[in-house]
């Protein structure tokens, strides 16, 4: 099975379909379909099912996917590992990074890297903190800047860059606005839009009220911060967002329960990293 059949036959999975895998791949869409024939005769199994233009994966291709996916990360793996020895800082670094660090944290490093490391390529990808993690998990990216967790997998390995707090916060004209210290039982008695209870940040923020005993009403929820402070500044309800998203906002001053999200990076403890991911990790630890 050779390197190029085996990542058409992923992007096809992938994209669940030969043209925009073509796109993707910058190939025609009939040099894809060569690739794919090419490991179906070398399998001599049938690996995708086409019916009525849906591209789905038959079983013998479901069976092939993960093993396809683990040769092809062994052998970037290995093609960086050799470039590596030169010490060299160059080839592909791939990054997932969470939508709210990528807005308000990353884009000053990430312009000094490109900048100090012209060699490198970033292969960024935005995504939900806990969606990275998984990234990471599975290989697909070498190292994750994201909230972190709160348990840790044994096979990753987490170091905080940043304590992000987290603000009570409602429009100005709310009626909590009033209170002179409002507690969290007075909180409860309002709607609130948090993050989903499928994020650290939700989870975190809902562990603090569960913790005191005091229920929430059935929370509007996002897993958009920035939609958030947009949904309370408009009035919908209070919520906890970073200081950097609060404007516009009332900030409800009081003796409650100080809580923070730790954000920072990522990587698999059994993944040997490359150069560009040494250096950058370096340069996040500079902040």
């Not at 009939?30 to 019916?51: C, M, P, W, Y």
């Not at 160059?90 to 884009?107: D, F, M, Y």
């Not at 939900?128 to 993690?133: G, H, L």
């Not at 562990?207 to 309370?232: C, H, R």
């Amino acid at each position: 099975m050779d390197n190029h059949s085996l990542k058409a036959f992923v992007t096809v999975a992938n994209c669940a379909s030969f043209s925009d895998a073509a796109e993707q791949l910058h190939l025609t869409q009939s040099a894809v379909s060569k690739r794919i024939a090419n490991l179906e005769h070398q399998t001599g199994k049938k690996l995708f099912d086409r019916i009525a233009r849906q591209v789905t994966l038959t079983e013998a291709g479901n069976a092939l996917l993960p093993r396809a996916q683990h040769i092809l990360q062994e052998y970037a793996a290995a093609v960086q590992a050799i470039n590596d020895l030169s010490g060299n800082i160059n080839g592909t670094l791939h990054l997932a990074i969470s939508h709210h660090l990528g807005l308000h944290r990353l884009p000053p490093i990430l312009k000094a890297f490109a900048r100090q490391y012209p060699e490198v390529v970033l292969d960024i990808e935005f995504m939900d903190s806990e969606k990275a993690y998984e990234q990471v998990l599975q290989g697909k990216s070498e190292v994750a800047v994201i909230t972190l967790a709160l348990e840790q997998h044994p096979n990753i390995y987490s170091q905080k860059i940043w304590t992000d707090p987290l603000k009570f916060i409602c429009a100005p004209d709310h009626a909590l606005a009033k209170i002179k210290q409002p507690d969290l039982k007075d909180l409860a008695n309002y709607p609130v839009i948090l993050p989903g209870i499928n994020t650290y940040t939700g989870r975190i923020i809902q562990t603090l009220f569960e913790t005191q005993g005091v229920p929430l009403k059935a929370p509007m929820s996002t897993n958009f911060l920035e939609t958030i402070s947009t949904m309370v500044e408009i009035g919908l309800g209070w919520s906890m967002l970073p200081e950097t998203l609060i404007k516009n906002l009332h900030v409800m001053p009081s003796e409650m329960t100080q809580i923070a999200r730790k954000l920072g990076y990522i990587h698999h403890t059994k993944r040997s990293l490359s150069n560009a991911a040494v250096a950058f990790i370096r340069m996040l630890e500079q902040q």
